[in-house]
């Protein structure tokens, strides 16, 4: 059996973050691409905490940052989700394709 | 702690503004004219204190740092909230919101101050969202509108997605060098594929927050649907913040890798400033046009950036300070016109000057500054952002500049032709404006004026740079 080396963490982060961004490009509901920018951002995680574990052990700066985006992530959840909340108000749907008031 | 209290000064007092409005708004609250004055007072002291008992140095183990120039902008972006404060009176006045939306507004401030000072990344990552988050709640405050919520969606999930992608390039800076800290990372850089990878990702993330071409898409919905007086905050205080951490990450930390830096600035700053230039042509809706025409300054912001070290920064804190004046005193007007006559529309503005003499002058004098038609300032900080880039030698990209700023006259001067030249059976009618509004629409004109001609402004912030 191969033990997972830093290269196995690497592929999983890099994977998770180009399905991030192909979520957050192709979905039409907030809420879905809402997700896919946290799919984004538990890659970043992954990729510190690998570095922090493989690479760089002798100081523990990856794991503290990984710790403060989860926080971040959270807050930000926060308010996009109490902005999408105030948008189902006045649009009565959180698709993207309904809010289409501001065009060129 | 000593230290603790005089470098970090900005930051608490800031703190300590915000803290009373929460328990204000908590307590009994008061009648939305007192506040307005108190948090006006407030700010001004702020303000002026901002010029006392400051000296450089750095605490927590380099992660915040200050210095006389780090100061002075801290000093421009109170002096712009301040503005903002009296320029917006009226719709502050009649908003039901009026102490959340200040402390959101300080919020993202002091979020912004601890940018300017961060010697970290972590630090720089969490200032930086403490900078946009609470700019999306305040985008999101014309409760009632469908294009405000619209805007503040565009707004949240844009800056969420661009800071997804800046913590990768984080991440991946941190695996490659071992550190996180500003002033070691340079020198672990070597401009290794890993290295470059990553700079183009955290490149990408200031791309999105300073809306340079390819990711100035967000620009004009949020700036037209949001209220007036939050997207004149996000188009001169939050630009203002980025231009000054982009400066000191580019010549500080992204030092080795300069060549690359400099050919992709050169690149989107063209970009930049001709898309934008091309689409502000072709608007009609007053806040769209100063949208793209701010996408465009943004522009000749980077080709100031790509000079050397001393001339860049000096040249484009000068100019945030002139853009400063001039985009409030034009957003003041249009805010003006649009809160008594709904009239947001250029075509409307025809006929301005024979009904309002004071708010035509003023909004000339704000877009022959943003234009850079001398003796506005305007014209020196463009003329010092051109020169300061020039020095590197690349002619060809200079003159390219300088065509852009004879196509941008067109659109600019196409306003002012409106107001003054135009004839129109029934104009806008009389509007009149609060007194406190008047007084900082003197003073930003004032500052249009005099900051080009008394030259020791320029060569003060030059010693600091």
Redesign the interface.
């Known amino acids: 059996m191969i033990q997972p080396g830093l290269y196995h963490i690497l592929f999983i982060s890099a994977a998770l973050?180009f399905i991030?961004v192909y979520g957050?490009f192709t979905r039409r509901n907030?809420v879905t691409?809402?997700m896919s920018?946290e799919l984004?951002?538990n890659?970043?995680n992954l990729?510190?905490i690998a570095?922090n574990k493989y690479?760089?052990f002798d100081?523990m700066?990856?794991l503290?940052?990984s710790i403060?985006?989860i926080a971040?992530a959270a807050?930000?959840a926060a308010?996009?989700i109490?902005?999408?909340i105030?948008?189902y108000?006045?649009?009565k749907s959180i698709d993207?394709e309904q809010?289409e008031?501001?065009r060129? | 702690m000593n230290d603790f209290l005089t470098l970090m000064k900005p930051e608490l007092a800031l703190t300590g503004i915000i803290f009373l409005l929460l328990f204000i708004k908590i307590g009994k609250g008061m009648g939305n004219e007192r506040l307005l004055l108190l948090i006006q007072v407030l700010l001004l002291l702020n303000f002026l204190t901002g010029f006392f008992f400051n000296k450089p140095g750095s605490l927590f183990d380099g992660m915040y740092l200050t210095s006389g120039l780090i100061v002075l902008q801290k000093n421009i972006l109170n002096l712009a909230v301040y503005l903002i404060s009296l320029l917006f009176a009226n719709w502050f006045k009649k908003s039901q919101h009026m102490p959340e939306f200040f402390i959101l507004m300080l919020a993202a401030l002091l979020g912004m101050f601890f940018l300017i000072s961060s010697g970290n990344?972590?630090m720089f990552?969490?200032s930086l969202?403490l900078a946009t988050?609470p700019v999306?709640?305040m985008a999101?405050f014309d409760?009632?509108?469908?294009?405000s919520?619209?805007?503040?969606?565009?707004m949240?999930?844009s800056s969420?997605?661009s800071?997804?992608?800046m913590?990768?390039g984080?991440?991946?800076i941190?695996?490659a060098t071992?550190?996180?800290s500003f002033t070691e990372i340079p020198l672990q850089l070597h401009g290794s594929t890993l290295e470059v990878l990553a700079f183009i990702f955290f490149f990408s993330a200031f791309a999105f927050k300073l809306s340079i071409v390819p990711f100035h898409l967000w620009t004009?919905?949020v700036y037209?649907?949001s209220p007036m007086a939050a997207t004149s905050f996000l188009s001169v205080v939050s630009k203002g913040t980025v231009a000054f951490i982009f400066l000191s990450v580019l010549y500080k930390v992204f030092l080795p890798l300069q060549m690359l830096w400099y050919n992709l600035l050169v690149i989107v700053s063209i970009a930049t400033m001709v898309i934008g230039n091309l689409?502000a042509l072709r608007q009609q809706n007053i806040k769209r046009f100063l949208a793209f025409s701010s996408i465009a300054q943004v522009g000749f912001i980077l080709v100031g950036i790509s000079g050397s070290s001393i001339q860049g920064t000096s040249s484009v804190v000068f100019f945030i300070l002139v853009y400063v004046f001039s985009n409030l005193a034009a957003f003041a007007v249009a805010d003006a016109i649009a809160s008594k006559t709904d009239a947001e529309e250029i075509d409307d503005y025809r006929g301005m000057y024979k009904t309002n003499p004071f708010l035509s002058w003023v909004l000339a004098l704000a877009l022959f500054s943003l234009a850079g038609i001398p003796p506005t300032a305007g014209f020196f900080g463009k003329l010092f952002l051109l020169t300061a880039g020039a020095s590197k030698g690349s002619y060809l990209f200079i003159i390219i500049a300088a065509l852009n700023m004879i196509i941008s006259l067109y659109y600019y001067l196409r306003v002012i032709r409106a107001v003054f030249m135009e004839k129109n059976e029934n104009p806008i009618e009389k509007i009149t404006i609060e007194p406190s509004t008047k007084l900082a629409l003197v003073f930003c004109s004032a500052g249009i004026v005099l900051i080009g001609l008394l030259s020791w402004i320029y060569d003060y912030i030059e010693s600091l740079a």
């Open positions: 973050f991030g957050f907030l691409m809402l920018v984004i951002l890659s970043v990729n510190f570095f690479l760089w100081k700066d990856g503290f940052f403060f985006i971040i807050a930000e308010v996009a109490a902005i999408i105030n948008l108000r006045s649009h993207v809010a008031e501001l060129y | 990344l972590l990552f969490l969202e988050i999306a709640a999101n409760l009632d509108k469908k294009r919520s619209e805007g503040a969606m565009k949240i999930l969420a997605f800071s997804g992608i913590l990768f984080i991440s991946l941190y695996g071992g550190t996180i004009a919905d037209e649907g689409f």
